[in-house]
């Protein structure tokens, strides 16, 4: 069953974010991008579990468009967002209790590697890509029009980077290290915050929301980790 999971969740993080162009989310009430969109779900759930014989699989993905249909006619913000990804995450819960032998059925269940493979690089991707979906619906309340403009995309890039860096030292057993990143991106910011009061606040919420937002995703994504065969990549004391 955990098998079964960890692919469908890597197959919804690729499938959400990084296979679904800006286009397909702007467009998400009209049915060709919906469409589109689906079939994307479809190809990657299949691919994840390695195989196209499972008529599961279409039921998902269906269960997958009604719940973005229904999100594309809600109000964009934060809350639209969490409660998208809890309902898309609770049917790959119920795909993977009900229908377990999905993975076991599959080209990739020889690979007793595979699934904790998969668990890393979904949690990658929710770290850094999702990450950066959430904290920017969290801040757009509070954006302040005056903040000294950096690089175009900078602190989209930075946010990616530091919550993979999170990530990354989570999963090698090292998360005191964390403490330097903090210290680090406080001295860089260091200027912009003690000139302005509102920027400094800012940048605190939009930090401490990417790092909390990191370590949990992280955590979880151990939590899941320890549960299916060794990677080979994780501290033998996990």
Same mark, same amino acid.
């Given at each position: 069953?955990?098998?079964?999971?960890?692919?469908?969740?890597?197959?919804?993080?690729?499938?959400?974010?990084?296979?679904?162009?800006?286009?397909?989310?702007?467009?998400?009430?009209?049915?060709?991008?919906?469409?589109?969109?689906?079939?994307?779900?479809?190809?990657?759930?299949?691919?994840?579990?390695?195989?196209?014989?499972?008529?599961?699989?279409?039921?998902?993905?269906?269960?997958?468009?009604?719940?973005?249909?229904?999100?594309?006619? /809600? #109000? @964009? =913000? *934060?809350?639209?967002?969490?409660?998208?990804?809890?309902?898309?995450?609770?049917? +790959? %819960?119920?795909?993977? &209790?009900?229908?377990?032998?999905?993975?076991?059925?599959?080209?990739?269940?020889?690979?007793?590697?595979?699934?904790?493979?998969?668990?890393?690089?979904?949690?990658?991707?929710?770290?850094?890509?999702?990450?950066?979906?959430?904290?920017?619906?969290?801040?757009?309340?509070?954006?302040?029009?005056? /903040? #000294? @403009? =950096? *690089?175009?995309?900078?602190?989209?890039?930075?946010?990616?980077?530091?919550?993979? +860096? %999170?990530?990354?030292? &989570?999963?090698?057993?090292?998360?005191?290290?964390?403490?330097?990143?903090?210290?680090?991106?406080?001295?860089?910011?260091?200027?912009?915050?003690?000139?302005?009061?509102?920027?400094?606040?800012?940048?605190?919420?939009?930090?401490?929301?990417?790092?909390?937002?990191?370590?949990?995703?992280?955590?979880?994504?151990?939590? *899941?980790?320890?549960?299916?065969?060794?990677?080979?990549?994780?501290?033998?004391?996990?």
């Amino acid at each position: 069953m955990i098998e079964t999971f960890a692919a469908l969740l890597l197959a919804h993080a690729l499938a959400d974010f990084v296979l679904q162009s800006r286009w397909m989310v702007a467009n998400k009430r009209r049915p060709a991008a919906l469409a589109l969109h689906g079939l994307v779900v479809l190809v990657t759930a299949a691919a994840a579990l390695g195989r196209i014989d499972a008529w599961e699989v279409a039921v998902l993905t269906a269960a997958h468009v009604v719940i973005d249909a229904v999100k594309a006619h /809600l #109000p @964009r =913000g *934060l809350a639209r967002f969490l409660g998208d990804q809890a309902a898309h995450l609770a049917t +790959l %819960i119920a795909a993977a &209790v009900l229908v377990p032998d999905l993975w076991a059925g599959g080209l990739w269940a020889r690979l007793d590697w595979a699934p904790g493979a998969m668990a890393l690089a979904a949690g990658l991707i929710l770290a850094t890509r999702a990450g950066g979906f959430a904290v920017e619906f969290l801040m757009a309340p509070l954006a302040v029009e005056d /903040l #000294p @403009r =950096g *690089l175009t995309g900078g602190g989209m890039l930075i946010g990616m980077l530091e919550r993979g +860096l %999170i990530f990354l030292l &989570v999963m090698v057993g090292q998360p005191a290290a964390i403490g330097f990143l903090i210290a680090a991106k406080s001295v860089l910011r260091f200027e912009v915050s003690s000139r302005d009061q509102r920027a400094g606040e800012y940048v605190i919420v939009g930090t401490l929301a990417s790092f909390g937002w990191a370590l949990a995703t992280a955590y979880a994504t151990l939590a *899941l980790a320890e549960r299916l065969p060794a990677v080979g990549l994780l501290p033998a004391s996990r």
